[in-house]
């Protein structure tokens, strides 16, 4: 049986190395499905509570973070990604910098 596109995206997401970014946008074709990057954000949104899946390692393509600034998951992925060695410097990452480019 072939993998769901959530099953493809998470499997994408869960070969991002620690210490780089992805887009959104890069998931979706990496896992095939084209210019599907909203579809990416709603499969990640969909995880069950507890995964393990790093999540926080996917940004906008500008290397913004797409939580707003006060906000809890905000908070927490900026903690996730500087506890990795991922500078962010209000709100936005280096795409150039950390970029994954497998």
């Not at 596109?5 to 070969?15: D, G, M, S």
């Not at 992805?22 to 507890?50: C, D, N, T």
């Not at 906000?71 to 506890?83: H, I, K």
Request: aromatic share 8%; hydrophobic share 40%; charged share 25%.
């Amino acid at each position: 049986m072939e993998p769901s596109r959530e099953q493809r995206i998470w499997q994408v997401v869960a070969a991002i190395p620690p210490g780089q970014v992805v887009s959104y946008g890069q998931v979706a074709e990496m896992a095939g499905l084209g210019r599907q990057a909203r579809f990416v954000g709603r499969a990640l949104g969909m995880l069950p509570e507890g995964h393990d899946l790093p999540w926080f390692r996917v940004i906008r393509s500008n290397g913004q973070i797409a939580f707003p600034l006060d906000s809890d998951a905000f908070r927490r992925q900026v903690e996730r990604l500087t506890g990795e060695g991922v500078e962010v410097v209000n709100g936005k990452v280096s795409m150039a910098r950390f970029r994954w480019q497998p």
